[in-house]
């Protein structure tokens, strides 16, 4: 199994090509990324060679033509790129593992997957959430009738104040006319989850969210543009002086400066955009959002996310006929809880320490199991990920026109 990766960033290269690398049948061949700091980190970690580092895809794609160098891929490029270069691999016959959201335009989701679909390889969107062995205890229990017939679902994506600033307000996703809408590009897995969990399809949407905190208005009087240049770079609680040195941060310190070196930290936290002031920057995403779903046979949801939360974490309450499911990822405890009986029952679910408690570790494997033949494990196709992203896309109108928005409506427009 050859390996190549287009997108040399957090996901293509740590997340992904890393836990690949376990699996001794896996050469990492080559590595597609515009930042060439990024590549020469990607070349001395995986060992590549310079003729299979390429700053830009097409180049990618020529020596393709030349030579069959990888037969499979993973794409985890800005999400404005996904369109082109997956259409593009398209044409190649590889193994695809592609990066959520499929694309921040709707029509381009629905060609992607059709492409997908006639061809005979393995194509799998990341939403790494039906991996998760936190949720797929969840879903074992809603299908063994353990609180009877499900009606409600409270669900909550807590970003966390610090994923939220250094993602959402200084980092790549922090404005949806480059990347996409924070709904999209950060809950895709969310409506991902709840379409898995209940089994049903959505019938309407609506949702409500602002940008009320991270804009100028409310910068502290005196404020620098950049955190070390700021007289409240002790005291502020966005500030990045120590963050990208300590807890919470230091997960994202390759991200920041490959280098590792403190020189080039701080080099980055001066020049680069993720040592920017969190109140003057160019983010227009929300930073808080509710949505309420009605899936078939009356079963209601409402979904909220929001940075301002102290952890990262997903918590769920599971309604029934018979029960209730009470469940936070943080803990990875599950709690039953019967009707008449009082009594409780708890699962602690037991994962490894990769990303999304396990999720990484368990979509990779299973990417890796069908490309070896075991079909049956891919969970997140291109069309059962479509559903996803068009409550995505039907959530964001309805935001914007304050209505509720049938999807199905939604999708037959789209066609228009």
Known sequence: MKLGVI?????????????????????????????????????????????????????????????????????????????????????????ILLEKPISPNAHEVFNIAKKAKKKDRVFMICHVLRYSPFFVKIKELIDSNAIGRVLSINHNENIGYFHFAHSFVRGNWRNEDLSSPLILQKSCHDMDILIYLTGKKPKYITSFGKLSYFKKENEPSGAADRCLDCKYKDTCVFSVKDFYTGYPGIGWRDVVDVTRTKEGLEKALREGPYGRCVYKCDNNVCDHQAISIEFED??????????????????IKIMGTEGEIIADDCDQIIKVKRFKSYKEERYQVISNASGHGGADYGIIKAFYEACHGESEVVKTGAEESIMSHMMCFASEQARKESKVVEIDDFIRRLDE
């Open 7 to 95: 997108g040399a960033g957090h996901r293509g290269r740590i997340a992904y090509a890393r836990l690949l690398r376990e699996y001794g049948d896996v050469e990492i061949k080559s590595f597609v990324d515009i930042d060439e700091k990024k590549l020469e980190a990607c070349k001395k970690e995986f060992n590549i060679d310079d003729c299979y580092i390429f700053t830009d895809y097409k180049d990618f794609f020529e020596k393709m033509d030349e030579e069959r160098f990888v037969d499979t891929l993973i794409i985890a490029t800005p999400d404005r790129d996904h369109y082109d270069v997956c259409m593009k691999a398209l044409d190649y016959d590889l193994n």
């Open 298 to 315: 009356d079963v209601e949801v409402v979904f909220n996310l929001s940075a301002f939360s102290n952890d990262v974490h997903r918590n």
